[in-house]
């Protein structure tokens, strides 16, 4: 098992420009997550899908953040326009079924200048 | 709102020197506490979970307990490898909630 697949490891850009964190969650896991970390929040959940739909976007911070996952296998975060306040590392998660346990990928450390 | 409150933020100990990291909650109908371990650089691992008041979990140097305020992961005897921060996660029943609410963590050092 290849477990949660996140790229690029780690972004650096330019205020203003677009981002897109990209995941592969585990292969028979229906649910994904975006999480995002930093030293003075911590984890915050962005977003959860199930079965490929979004279920909780409450966690997106503004319209600059939009999350998507077209198929089973594959999920996009982007931000556009992105801004310095959001530099930080961006994990993905997913999990088989409710109340199991979430696996997580090894995460995107952006960092907007 | 879910709350998960951990302590102490940061731990030293020398090898061998047994001690427990706490983890205070408030949710509205427990589904789960769990316990996640975080590398630098790296995603968090999970380690246990528990269900219910009472319940207690065993894996190598570590012991997961919880009550139905708190829960408390014990290390007996650490090494040096054991050090990571440690974070604490509720799953509560309330609204849209099949989700994790994490703690800001407790960041292990253990001296060789």
């Known amino acids: 098992d290849a477990g949660v697949i996140q790229s690029p490891r780690h972004e650096v850009t330019e205020m203003g420009q677009e981002v897109t964190l990209r995941c592969k969650p585990i292969?028979?896991?229906?649910?994904l997550f975006w999480y995002r970390q930093t030293m003075m929040r911590g984890l915050e959940l962005l977003i959860y899908f199930n079965n490929n739909v979004p279920i909780d976007d409450s966690g997106m911070p503004e319209d600059r953040f939009s999350a998507k996952m077209p198929n089973a296998s594959f999920s996009t975060l982007k931000i556009q326009p992105s801004e310095p306040r959001d530099s930080a590392v961006y994990f993905c998660a997913s999990r088989r079924l409710a109340n199991e346990k979430l696996f997580f990928g090894s995460g995107t450390q952006l960092s907007v200048l | 709102e879910d709350q998960v409150t951990q302590s102490p933020e940061a731990l030293r100990l020398q090898e061998g020197e047994s001690s427990s990291l706490n983890c205070s909650y408030t949710?509205?109908?427990?589904?789960?506490l769990f316990w996640y371990r975080q590398d630098p650089g790296k995603g968090p691992e999970f380690l246990f979970t528990?269900?219910?008041a009472g319940e207690e979990k065993e894996k190598e140097r570590l012991k997961a307990t919880l009550t139905k305020k708190e829960s408390f992961l014990h290390i007996t005897a650490p090494k040096p490898e054991d050090s990571a921060t440690y974070l604490c996660?509720?799953?509560?029943?309330?609204?849209?909630?099949?989700?994790?609410?994490f703690g800001s963590g407790t960041q292990l050092t253990v001296l060789p």
């Open positions: 996660a509720v799953q509560g029943g309330s609204g849209s909630a099949r989700q994790l609410t």
């Open positions: 949710v509205s109908g427990l589904r789960g």
């Open positions: 528990l269900y219910s």
């Open positions: 292969s028979g896991h229906n649910s």
